[in-house]
Nanobody, 124 residues
């Protein structure tokens, strides 16, 4: 599986952006998918993750109620709808995938596939 993100950009605080991640390969539905972000000078953090079927979803506390993750296995896509954006959401956002949820949540440095990243900048 290979991943390509799109949808980043510059937005004012309170605005919205939708990030998309397109996957190639035949086994997308076998992967737990997630969105990470890394702001300058900060550690990478898991923002949201979705199970293979889409039934189980995780959000970091700071984005709950504002961000929504979704996946479409038929289109091999995972998206992150980001509303009510704040300046502290500014970061490079990465789409990532792995066959195991534990790797996604506990050992992100070992994740099987990563996208190239897309920059989200939220101005105040």
């Amino acid at each position: 599986v290979q991943l390509v993100e799109s949808g980043g950009g510059l937005v004012q605080a309170g605005g919205s952006l939708r990030l998309s991640c397109a996957a190639s390969g035949r086994t997308f539905s076998s992967y737990v998918m997630g969105w990470f972000r890394q702001a300058p000078g900060k550690e990478r953090e898991l923002v949201s993750a979705v199970s293979r079927s889409g039934a189980a979803i995780y959000y970091v506390d700071s984005v709950k109620g504002r961000f929504t993750i979704s996946r479409d296995n038929s289109k091999k896509m995972v998206s992150l709808q980001m509303n009510s954006l704040k300046p502290e959401d500014t970061a490079v956002y990465y789409c990532a995938g792995d066959r195991f949820i534990a790797t996604m949540t506990q050992s992100s440095s070992n994740l099987e596939v990563w996208g190239q990243g897309t920059l989200v900048t939220v101005s105040s």
